[in-house]
């Protein structure tokens, strides 16, 4: 007898392993169990990929509006594999959704909730209430636009019910959504949910192994096989290609994450994800105070029915045939839920586009190293300025100010460093400060364009405004090349009396170098 089995003797007889595994593993299953039965497997895989990428975003995060958006950022642009890590959580959710509702359409076709299995069923149904309290709690946690006006759609529909006040304070935690409510959502959805998922998880697959699986619609001749090795290679396969599929996703797909959350932008319309569409589009028919029919009513009607099919449903038979008004009923709600979400997807205002960096967020990222900014934000280690990769706390508003006379923040505190930057650099180093709060790295940008950019920022946008912004005094120049022709903006930028009598902009043409002249002029008339 080798070492390996005296180990592993000396192990089972302490914690009865092999008992275990025989349990586990040699489960015999009726002859005819096909390919369809492997849809539970795949939403527990499922499931464990949500609780390990979970747990690592988690160890990064901080659940507090002041850090929450930063460290998101920093999964997604520091953390080695991080955007592909968080890209598995998010689009996972979307996976997990529709591998649940495959499953249950699965049971429901089979009829596998017919007596003994009806607890198991209840159990199901729970888990499947359970995965989108998961998608609704993460919503907040990464502070961005679209999770907190989300959010605030999602409070307001909690006050439309009965209790409603209280429910949304509860959920809220304070006098408005802000750090209470994101330390309640978070608790939820790190502690709470997965508790009882967990859970419910271990009772649906007792219950399942213990009543055994519902088998073919018609018996098949034939012996029973274990679940190893027959049916585990079917599991493995399908969960094989449903999570290389999902890291596909996530490697080929940006996870989103828009602006850093705004309460003051009004204009912010959110969009829910898919599976919350029908839902908002259903609020469009029940306006007012007919709103508790569509948040309330309908939803609770059709939960209240899943958890009573099996007792509704008393039919000896299991062939979806022979069971006509569950399948129509079925189908009809599942077409009613398809076309309220393609409707919603009709409806609803895109996505906002993920942000990019405009003309003058790239002149001020050029501007934050000026020598009076350097003055004080230079970093020890490198030399460079410390404002190139900083994490913004003040709105651009702020930092124009700011730079525009930088005693204002501390008067007296240290000595002056010389007058601020000019009204035009202070617009272009807000737009920096709008950029980076919007996360995402630098472009690479032609020696060109920078040297154009530059020009931007340093003169024009203190009276022209571009990709909306700077200061809205003279024409917008953000399609500027299809009204003019390159000659004419040459001579307009050089000398504009001499192409208007009447032009009240100052001339340029002893201001700006040839290559100053030459790279903005080619970098507008490229603007249509």
Known sequence: MGRRDTLSNWLDSRTGIRAIRKRLLDEPLPAGVGWWFVTGSVLLMLLAV??????????????????????????????????????????????????????????????????????????GVALLLLILAFALSGYLLPWDQKAYWATTVTLRIARSG??????????QGGGALGALTLVRWYAAHVFLLPAVTIALVVAHLYLMRHHGISGALKPTEGHPKPFYPHHALKDTLVSAVVFSLLVAFAVVFRPPLDAIADPSDGTYVPRPEWYFLGLFQLLKYFPGRLEPIATILIPGVI????????FLDRNGHRHPLERRWITASFGFVGL????????GYQDTPAGAAEPRWTPLAVAGRQFVSDAKCMACHQDGETGASALLNFRPRRDAEWAIAHVRDPETITPGLRSPTGAGLGVAQAQAVGAFVRRL????????????????????????????????????????????????AADWLRGWITNPEAVD??????AFGDTLTTSELDAVVAFLSERR
């Open 50 to 123: 949500q609780f390990a990428t979970g747990v690592t975003l988690a160890i990064y995060y901080v659940p507090s509006p002041d850090f929450a958006y930063d460290t998101v950022r920093y999964v997604m642009e520091r953390v080695t594999f991080g955007r592909i890590i968080r890209g598995l959580h998010v689009f996972g959710a979307s996976f997990i959704v529709v591998a649940a509702i495959i499953h249950m359409m699965r049971v429901v076709m089979l009829g596998s909730y017919k007596k003994p299995r009806e607890v198991t069923w209840l159990t």
């Open 162 to 171: 009965p209790f409603g006040e209280y429910i949304a304070d509860l959920l």
């Open 303 to 310: 939960v209240s029915l899943l958890f009573l099919l099996p």
């Open 336 to 343: 009613a839920i398809a076309v309220l979400t393609y409707l």
């Open 437 to 484: 709060r919007s996360g995402g790295p630098p472009p690479q940008v032609s020696e060109r364009d920078l040297t154009a950019t530059r020009v931007l920022g340093r003169y024009c946008a203190a009276c022209h405004r571009i990709d909306g912004e700077g200061i809205a005094n003279g024409p917008d120049l953000t399609r500027i090349g299809a009204e003019r």
């Open 501 to 506: 009598p009447f032009a009240n902009m100052p």
